[in-house]
C-alpha cells in the first residue's frame, strides 16, 4: 500500500458528505474505530448520505477492502470530544480509520446479540465463533463480549498504518477509547491494538517515518503509568535530579506537556520524558488532570455496571476508581452512564463533577 497526494492509490474514494473542506490538516495521529454497524458498505453508505455528519477518512470491510472517504489533508469528524497526553479535539490532526464491526454484543441467556438485535427482537444470536471474550482496556477485571474482526481486516489496517506511517510523522496510534474513555469503547479488546502498535515501532527500522517520542512513549507504558505534566515557566531539563546537574537540552518552553515517569528520593525532582528522559525542579511543572466534558466520577476502587435498573439486572461491566464519565439519566439511586460501555451503576459511589 502507498500514500499518494492524500490519498491511498489504488483504493475506491466515496466523498464523505460532512468534512471540513477548507481547512488542511498535517496529520500526525491515527485513530482506530469500528463501525457499531452491520457491513462496511452500509457505513460507507451512511458517510456518504445527504444528511450525514460524520465521516472518516477511511473504511475497513470484513473482506479487507478499504474505501477512502476524505483526503488525508482534511479534517474528517469521527474522534469528537476527545483528549489524550495533554492534547484534545483529536479531529484536528488524526486520520480516523473504521472497521466494520458491530463491536459489543450482550450475553442474554447463554447468547449473544448485537446492539441492534437486543433493540429489536432478539431472534438473531451471533454465532459463537465470532465472539470475542475479552476485559476491556478501560475496565478493571470484568470480561466482556465483542465481535470478532477478521483476519483480512487486521492485515488490511496494519499495512494502512504502515502506509500512513511512511507518508506522514505519525506519533500516535490510539484507539477511540483512548482519547475518550468516558464515552467510547472502540475498537475495544478484540481488536490488537498493542500488537499492532508495537509492529509498527519494530518496523522503524525498515524507515518508517514515526518519531523518537512515539517510540519512547510506548516503551515506557509497557512499564509504568503515564502521568502528564505542563511545564509552568521556561525551564531547565537536566541530566540528573540537581540544579548543578548538566543541562539534557535547551530549555523547555513554557506551556509545554511532557510525561512525568517518576520522582527522585527527595521527592524534589520529575523524571520526564520528552523525546528523551531528564529531571525537572518539580515546583515547575503541574501534573495535568484536566478532563473536560465529564460531569461524573467514580469515588470508590470499584463498582459494577448493569444493563438495567431493576432487580434482574445483568452485569455489563465493572469501573476502574477515578474513571470520568457522563451521566445519561438517574433512577432512584442508579444513575445511567457511558463509561466503558453504557450501564447502570449505584449513585453513592458517583460524585457529580
Ligand atoms: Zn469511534
Known sequence: MEIKNNRLTGATFV???AYNKTAV????AIIIHYTAGASGNATVKLFAAKTSKTSAHFVVSEDGTITQMVDLNRKAYHAGTSSYNGRSSYNNFSIGIEISNPGYLQKIDGKYYTWWEVKKDKKTATPEDKVYVGKHRNAVTTMTYWYKYTDEQIKAVKELCQAICKAYDIKEILGHEE????????PGPAFPLDALRADIVSNTKKDLNVSELFKDAVKESASTSLTIGRVKVKLNFRQSPSSNAPLKSSPMAADTYVYIIGSDSTGEWYNILYEMTGWMDKEFVEQDNTDDN???ELTTNSAMLYNDQKKSRR?????KAGTKFNILD?????????AVVEGWASSKYITKI
Do not use: H, T
Not at 315 to 319: E, F, G, I, P, T
Not at 330 to 338: A, G, P, S, T
Open 15 to 17: 466523498e464523505a458528505n
Open 25 to 28: 490538516m498535517k496529520p500526525d
Open 179 to 186: 482519547i475518550a474513555p468516558g464515552r467510547k469503547c472502540d
Open 294 to 296: 465529564y460531569d461524573g
Open 315 to 319: 452485569l455489563v461491566s465493572d469501573l
Open 330 to 338: 438517574q433512577q432512584e439511586n442508579m444513575f445511567r452512564i457511558q
